[in-house]
């Protein structure tokens, strides 16, 4: 059985202000779930404010994007051990946005998760398909890919610190979800790849969270699906009272 696991990414939004407030109306919102797992994922530089709201309670937080490196001479960048410092636990690999925006190749994604594992932070993988590669038929094949590239020569035991999320590119933040049957099609894929990549346990063992429009609404559908395990939530997480109602359906399955 796994626990579901329900995290919030809050992408380049909020002010400090902000970021305080909706850290302090979820601690308090929240009731003791010992059955799902929960995370918020904001701004860099909110981490150590937000870190500090949460460090009574078991809401893990973690960053949206991490440095390859340690430290050094690399302007503009943030390294797991500062991750650490501020308090994450996790962090977020392969957005779509980043690898969109910002190029980030399977093999930097590969490279940015041995360099998470390494500093002791459990990352959430994120893969998924644009629309013209499902339009074309393209779905497994682009996500096998970015599953075994941006794996390539992690341990089955490293495995077991991940989570994968999938996140079909044309369903973020444009309201249009992938329904309950298209995502855990692919969840079932996802789950399969890994038996093949690593072995039966790891795969069982392995948590994979849907993203993409997830609301208050459709949340109860989605993670009803055998193959879903929790979801990344973007702009939903921004209000506290739909992201706790998510929480709470989580809770109810
Ligand atoms: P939305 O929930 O806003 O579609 O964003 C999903 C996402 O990108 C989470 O990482």
């Avoid at 440095?67 to 957005?95: N, Q, R």
């Avoid at 298209?182 to 994979?208: G, P, S």
């Avoid at 990344?232 to 709470?248: H, M, N, P, Q, R």
Wanted: aromatic residues 6%; charged residues 25%.
């Amino acid at each position: 059985m796994r626990k579901q696991f329900i995290a919030g990414n809050w992408k380049m939004n909020l002010t400090l202000e902000e970021a305080g407030n909706l850290s302090r109306k979820l601690r308090d919102g929240l009731k003791v779930s010992d059955t799902v797992d929960i995370g918020v994922f904001p701004s860099f530089v909110y981490l150590d404010k937000v870190s500090d709201i949460f460090s009574e309670s078991n809401v893990f937080v973690g960053a949206q994007n991490m440095s390859i490196e340690k430290c050094g001479a690399f302007t503009g960048e943030v390294s797991g051990p500062m991750l650490k410092d501020v308090g994450c636990t996790h962090v977020l690999i392969g957005h779509s946005e980043r690898r969109t925006i910002y190029q980030e190749t399977n093999s930097v994604i590969n490279s940015k998760l041995k360099a998470a594992l390494l500093t002791d932070l459990s990352p959430i993988l994120c893969v998924g398909e644009r629309q013209e590669e499902r339009d074309a038929d393209k779905t497994d094949e682009v996500v096998e890919s970015q599953l075994s590239e941006g794996l390539l020569n992690i341990t089955s035991e490293q495995v077991n610190r991940l989570t994968i999320a999938y996140e079909p590119v044309w369903a973020i933040g444009t309201g249009k979800t992938a329904t309950p049957e298209q995502a855990n099609e692919v969840h079932t894929f996802i789950r399969n790849t890994m038996r093949d990549k690593y072995d039966d346990n790891t795969a069982q063992r392995l948590r994979i969270q849907y993203g993409g429009s997830v609301n208050a609404e459709n949340a109860e559908q989605l993670l009803s699906q055998s193959e879903i395990d929790g979801a990344l939530v973007g702009g939903a997480s921004l209000d506290s009272s739909t992201f706790l109602d998510i929480v709470s359906i989580a809770a109810s399955i």
